[in-house]
């Protein structure tokens, strides 16, 4: 039932921005001279559906920058927590060579899963960016 509510608010804030465009358009038509050039009849020209059809691709693309973010997040805590327990086995138990190994082993793993994330981030940043989406 709440994801039913969800779909329907979505769906209700896609009509309103599709009506506030509508309402831009009709403004700009009434504010044009009277000679249009082909680009502006093209934009008057754009059905309801889409201009729908194109909110969606924004939201789309906002969607997937936010998930590239907490991607990005993910990666970040996974790596503080091998640095966490690295450190945590160096300070408790510095006598057990074993553990102090561990403990290194821990930061390489830690630095590792930080940089992949990093790069996996701009890579996909960069891949956005270079559909024109982002701004």
Do not use: C
Not at 16 to 33: A, D, G, T
Not at 57 to 74: D, I, S, V, Y
Not at 90 to 119: H, K, M
């Amino acid at each position: 039932m709440f994801k039913i509510l969800q779909e329907q608010k979505k769906l209700q804030e896609a009509i309103e921005s599709v009506q506030q465009l509508q309402h831009i358009i009709q403004q700009n038509k009434e504010n044009s001279q009277h000679t249009k050039t082909s680009t502006q009849n093209e934009i008057i020209s754009i059905s309801p559906e889409e201009l729908l059809a194109w909110e969606r691709t924004r939201l789309g693309m906002e969607r997937t920058k936010l998930a590239n973010q907490r991607t990005l997040l993910a990666f970040i805590r996974t790596s503080l927590a091998f640095f966490a327990t690295a450190a945590a086995l160096i300070e408790f138990f510095d006598q057990n060579i074993f553990l102090e190994r561990t403990s290194y082993v821990s930061i390489v793993i830690g630095t590792g899963v930080l940089s992949f994330g990093l790069y996996s981030y701009y890579r996909s940043n960069k891949a956005m960016k270079s559909m024109e989406y982002i701004k």
